[in-house]
């Protein structure tokens, strides 16, 4: 069993940046992080290994987004910059026994998700 905690989402100005974390317990999975507008089909986002390498990234956030992990607190990051209004959402962290991409249904274990809101 894996528990996935958020923190670190909140309301900024586009152009502005924030620092999304996630904490597991227990195993180390690979993990995502996706979002999701209401009404909307559940996004990618970026994905990282058990071991914290070869990040992955939605095209949306290449360049702007990037992922990374503290293995020893089994923590995992996303540095998000050049925030945009397109960019809010509800995040959420999930974790894998076999993925760090985008396929959604290859995640076992799911966070509870944080608010970002950008206002332009």
């Known amino acids: 069993q894996v528990h996935l905690v958020e923190s670190g989402g909140g309301l900024v100005q586009a152009g502005d940046s924030l620092r999304l974390s996630c904490v597991a317990s227990g195993r180390a999975y690979h993990v995502g992080w996706f979002r999701q507008a209401p009404d909307k089909e559940r996004e990618f986002v970026a994905g990282i290994t058990s071991t914290g390498s070869q990040p992955f990234y939605a095209d949306s956030v290449k360049g702007r987004f990037t992922i990374s992990r503290d293995t020893a607190k089994n923590t995992i990051f996303l540095q998000m910059d050049s925030l945009k209004p397109e960019d809010t959402d509800i995040y959420s962290c999930?974790?894998?026994?076999?993925?760090?991409?985008?396929?959604?249904?290859?995640?076992?274990?799911w966070g509870q998700g944080i608010q970002v809101t950008v206002s332009s």
């Open positions: 999930a974790a894998s026994k076999v993925a760090w991409k985008g396929n959604r249904r290859l995640y076992d274990y």
